[in-house]
C-alpha cells in the first residue's frame, strides 16, 4: 500500500517535472503552460528547477564546436565526382562482370546441382531413408526429396531427375534467373551477392556430406 | 525517402523552408543551391555529430557523408518536413552507425571538454568564479558524455539547435512523446550533477 502510493508520488513529481522541461522548450499548449507558470510564480522550488533547466541549456549552447575545415566543400565535391565517376566505371565494366558472375555462378549451381541429383538416386527414396529425409535441413530436403514425392522406381527416374532438378533449391542456382535478377545491380552489389552465393554453396555442399553420412549410418543400421 | 504526405503540407513547405527552396532548386539543376545548403548546414551538423560521435574528425567525415548522401537523393527528394529535420535524421542515421562501429574513435583532442569551461569562464569577473564556472562546464560536459545515445541526440537537438520535439521526433525516427521524455531525462541528469557541484 505504501509502495504504491511512493510510486504514484513519485510519477506525479516525473510528469511535473518533464512538464516543467516541455515549458522550458516552449512545447506546453498555452493553457497548459499558463497553468503551470502559475504554480511555478506560487512554489520556489518549481522555480528553481526551472532555472536550473535554463543553467544547462546555457552551458550546453557554450560547448566550443569545432570549426568546419576551409577545403571540406572541396573535399566534398572530390568525392561526388568520385562517387559518379565509380558508378560510370560500373556501367563500363558491367559486361565483362556479368560475363565472370555468369561463369562462376554456372559452375558452382551445376555442380551442385549435379551432385545433389547424385546423392539422391544413390540414396533412391524408399520408406527406409525418411529419418534421415527429416533430418535434412531444408533447402537440401526440398531440392534432393521434394515433399509428397512417391517411392522412386526405375521407371520414374527420369521423371523424378526433373522434378529435382526443378525443386525450388536447385532452381535457385541457375544462372540465367539470377543473371536477369542482377542486370540492374552494381558491380559491389554483384560482387556481395557472389560471396553470398558461394558461402550457399558451401552450406549446400556441407548439408550433402552430412546426407551422405546419414545414408551410410542407415545403411550400418539395415545391415544389423 | 520522404514521401507520400498529403499535398497541402508538402506545398506549404515549399514556400516557407526556405532550405527546401534551395533543395528543389538544386534538384532543377541549380549547383550553387547544393553550396548554398551546405554553406548554411554544415556548421550545426558539425557541432551536432561532434557531441555525438566525439571525435572532430569523424564527425567532419560524417558532414561530408550526409552532404553526399543529400547530393545523391536530389532527384529523390520530395519536401514533406523541413529540409533540416531531413538532413538531421540523414546525420543522426550516420552517427548512430558510426556509434556501432567496433572500433569508432571515441574522444578527440582537438576540442576537448575543457574548452567550454573556457568559454564560459571568461564570462566570469573573478578569477574564483571563472574556475568554478569552468568546472561546473567540464562536468556538464562529462556527464552530457554519459548520457545514453538518444537522450543525448534529443537534448542536443532541441536545447541547442532548437528542433521542436516534432523535429526531433523526425530526426530520431520517433514519437513527440518519447522525445518529451529523452529530453527531459538527460536535462534533469544534468542539472542534477551541476546541482551536486554547486551545494
Keep these: 500500500m505504501q509502495r504504491d502510493h511512493d510510486e504514484r508520488r513519485r510519477d506525479a513529481q516525473t510528469e511535473l517535472d518533464e512538464a516543467l522541461s516541455a515549458l522550458h522548450d516552449a512545447e506546453l499548449s498555452e493553457e497548459q503552460a499558463a497553468a503551470l507558470r502559475a504554480r511555478v510564480d506560487a512554489e520556489p522550488a518549481l522555480a528553481r528547477r526551472l532555472d536550473r533547466f535554463d543553467a544547462v541549456d546555457r552551458r550546453l549552447r557554450a560547448h566550443a564546436a569545432p570549426e568546419v575545415s576551409g577545403d571540406l566543400f572541396a573535399r566534398l565535391q572530390r568525392r561526388i565526382e568520385k562517387d559518379r565517376s565509380g558508378s560510370h566505371g560500373s556501367a563500363r565494366l558491367r559486361t565483362p562482370a556479368r560475363r565472370l558472375l555468369g561463369a562462376r555462378l554456372g559452375l558452382a549451381g551445376g555442380l551442385a546441382a549435379a551432385a545433389a541429383l547424385t546423392l539422391y538416386l544413390a540414396l533412391g527414396s524408399g520408406p527406409g531413408n525418411d529419418p534421415a529425409r527429416e533430418a535434412m535441413p531444408g533447402l537440401v530436403k526440398s531440392a534432393i526429396v521434394p515433399e509428397g514425392s512417391p517411392p522412386s522406381s526405375a521407371e520414374t527416374v527420369v521423371a523424378e531427375r526433373e522434378a529435382v532438378a526443378s525443386a525450388p533449391g536447385i532452381a535457385a542456382l541457375r544462372v540465367p534467373a539470377l543473371d536477369a535478377e542482377w542486370a540492374a545491380a552494381s558491380d559491389e552489389e554483384v560482387a556481395i551477392a557472389m560471396q553470398y552465393q558461394v558461402l550457399a554453396d558451401l552450406e549446400l555442399i556441407r548439408d550433402l556430406e552430412m546426407l551422405e553420412l546419414l545414408a551410410a549410418l542407415e545403411e550400418v543400421g539395415s545391415r544389423g | 525517402m520522404f514521401s507520400g504526405l498529403a499535398f497541402p503540407a508538402e506545398a506549404s513547405l515549399r514556400e516557407i523552408d526556405p532550405d527546401a527552396q534551395l533543395m528543389l ?117 562529462r556527464e552530457m558524455a554519459e548520457l545514453p545515445e538518444r537522450q543525448r541526440m534529443a537534448l542536443w537537438l532541441s536545447a541547442v539547435e532548437g528542433l521542436s520535439y516534432a523535429e526531433v521526433a523526425e530526426a530520431l525516427e520517433t514519437s513527440e512523446k518519447s522525445v518529451k521524455s529523452l529530453v527531459h531525462r538527460g536535462r534533469a541528469r544534468l542539472a542534477e550533477r551541476l546541482l551536486d557541484l554547486e551545494v
Design chain 2, 25 to 141: 532548386a538544386f534538384q532543377a539543376g541549380d549547383v550553387s543551391a547544393f553550396e548554398k545548403l551546405f554553406e548554411r548546414w554544415a556548421q550545426p551538423l558539425l557541432r551536432y555529430l561532434e557531441r555525438i560521435v566525439r571525435d572532430a574528425a569523424t564527425a567532419e567525415e560524417l558532414v561530408q557523408e550526409a552532404f553526399l548522401r543529400v547530393h545523391r537523393a536530389r532527384a529523390r527528394y520530395v519536401p514533406e518536413a523541413k529540409f533540416s529535420t531531413w538532413l538531421y535524421r540523414i546525420a543522426t542515421n550516420l552517427a548512430f552507425n558510426e556509434l556501432r562501429r567496433p572500433r569508432s574513435r571515441s574522444h578527440h583532442a582537438s576540442i576537448d571538454d575543457e574548452t567550454t569551461g573556457i568559454q564560459l569562464a571568461a564570462r566570469e569577473s573573478s578569477p574564483e568564479a571563472r574556475a568554478h564556472a569552468r568546472l561546473l562546464g567540464e562536468e556538464v560536459e
